[in-house]
């Protein structure tokens, strides 16, 4: 059945006939034009995403700051689970138009502080800035599909907005590697701020602020006591990472992992929640949905080290190895695009596959990665490309069902808050993913001994010990197929 008229905020898309999904469905006419401000935004966030990937050597280089490498990309997790969590509140507040641009402004104002960083900790604060307003405006795209479009078409929606990865991979390493490899690193960062301009055109012309009541659940009080304690949670694993001392960065894994149990367990007894309900339990479906898309996340942030040592073990330039590090998001975009279609067994072959092929690949990149000379440059490039295309294409062969049962199977009267809660999850396993890589990366010899030797030890433990995340997927999709949505 279409959307309730009255949650309606833009112009009025094209109707859709119950039980079709045809992508022309959702390309053509007023619902094509609704599909471009969506996901103009999502493609915005992950252009910065790969500009940052293969600048960063380049930035450190410059500026230093490599024992917080990582942390260039954990803060600006971090900062985006809670521009996330507070998303479906300002959009409650201020509309679809006025939340969307004031998320816009945001993360323009956190690109401007990056491109004029002088030091590491200025570059962290603009990369926080930059992460606040950037999940923002991932949290409204997801958020916004269930409001401006038909249910038919969900599925092809959440792919449209995945496959946005896909136009980043495109222009995010060009941008980056570009600048990077001419001396001028800080422009790629002044760059996306045209970009900030015509994006914020296109959102002020096509979507219109409500004029009645938001949902029930899009009115709530913000869950501080929530947010607060998972972005305590990563910080720990972080900070863990920048001691030499394994006591040290064993308790900052400890510490995390208490304050994110007690994150689920405020969770479970507030009135005043940050997922629906279901959602902190593993036994259920809509648990199991949700921590799929953590631990999926968790094995993509090994992207974030890959610039790195593709530059520093096999000679790439910042184009090359910003390209190469694109892969892993390439894969993601195809495999959604393509598994978007299916329904039935096809779909639950699908969730099995994907996460199989995740795990597959990143081990085989803990062997490829740390190689010099073994092997022919080219065949060593190659294969690093197709198992970086494997890692994300693995991720998005179940990416748009996962997400369509969270639409699914999200309570009575909790659609929103179940809407928004995708990018909350997803965020805290990138940003866990990235304080644990750092961890891992730092411990295994990034630091000491550092340089080749220390990269290709930091590389090998990374992909492997990561690829457990996936693993895990493997086992909780049983319960998922079995869900009835």
């Known amino acids: 059945m279409p959307v309730a008229d009255t949650t309606r905020t833009t112009d009025q898309p094209a109707a859709v006939q119950p039980g079709t999904a045809a992508w022309s469905d959702l390309l053509r006419g007023a ?14 966030y992950a252009v910065n995403v790969h500009v940052v990937s293969t600048v960063l050597p380049s930035v450190v280089q410059d500026i230093g700051g490599l024992d917080f490498y990582a942390w260039n990309t954990t803060l600006f997790e971090v900062a985006s689970i809670i521009g996330a969590a507070l998303s479906v509140r300002v ?15 945001i993360f323009a104002l956190g690109s401007a502080m990056c491109a004029a960083a002088t030091a590491m900790p200025w570059m962290l604060a603009g990369r926080s800035v930059q992460g606040l307003g950037g999940g923002t405006i991932g949290a409204l795209s997801y958020a916004l599909i269930r409001v401006v479009f038909a249910p038919p078409l969900w599925p092809r929606a959440v792919a449209l907005v995945s496959g946005m990865w896909g136009v980043a991979t495109l222009c995010g390493p060009a941008l980056g590697g570009l ?65 030499t001392s394994l006591v040290w960065q064993a308790v900052g894994i400890a510490a995390g992992l208490m304050l994110g149990a007690a994150a689920i367990a405020w969770e479970r007894r507030t009135t005043v929640r940050l997922l629906p309900k279901g959602a902190t339990a593993l036994g259920t479906a809509l648990g199991a949905v949700y921590a799929s898309v953590a631990l999926l996340l ?48 096809g779909v639950a072959r699908l969730l099995h596959a994907g996460p199989a092929l995740s795990t597959l690949s990143l081990l085989i990149l803990s062997i490829l990665m740390p190689l010099g000379a073994e092997l ?48 909350t999850v997803q965020l805290y396993g990138m ?55």
């Not at 301009?197 to 096509?206: E, I, N, S």
């Not at 060593?380 to 990416?399: F, I, P, Q, S, Y």
């Not at 940003?431 to 220390?454: E, K, M, R």
């Open 31 to 44: 619902n094509g034009v609704l599909a471009l401000a969506l996901t103009g935004g999502v493609a915005l």
């Open 179 to 243: 600048f990077a490899e001419a001396g001028h690193w800080r422009w790629a960062f002044w760059t996306l701020l045209p970009l900030c301009v015509l994006q914020a055109l296109l959102v002020a012309t096509r979507l219109k602020p409500h004029a009645k009541a938001p949902p029930a659940d899009s009115a709530a009080r913000i869950p501080g006591p929530q947010i607060a304690l998972l972005a305590s949670s990563v910080m720990a694993i972080a900070a863990g990472s920048l001691s």
């Open 91 to 105: 959009l409650a507040a201020l509309g679809p138009r006025g939340a969307y641009l004031a998320a816009l402004v």
């Open 376 to 423: 022919p440059v080219g065949m060593r490039t190659l294969l690093c490309g197709l198992a970086l295309a494997g890692v994300g294409a693995g991720v998005g062969l179940c990416w748009p069902h996962l997400l369509t049962r969270v639409l699914t199977l999200a309570p009575p009267g909790e659609g929103g808050t179940a809407s928004a809660a995708i990018t």
């Open 298 to 345: 968790v094995g993509t942030t090994t992207e974030i080290f890959v610039p790195y040592f593709l530059q520093t073990l096999h000679g790439h330039t910042p184009l090359a190895a910003g390209y190469l590090a694109a892969a892993m998001a390439g894969g993601w975009s195809l495999g959604s695009l393509l598994s978007s279609g299916h329904e039935g067994r």
């Open 431 to 485: 940003a866990t993913g990235a304080a644990v890589a750092g961890l891992i990366a730092n411990a295994a010899g990034l630091l000491s001994p550092g340089g080749v030797a220390g990269a290709q030890s930091a590389s090998a433990w990374l992909f492997a010990s990561f690829a457990v995340a996936p693993a895990l997927v493997v086992l909780l999709t049983r319960r998922i197929i079995k869900a009835r949505v």
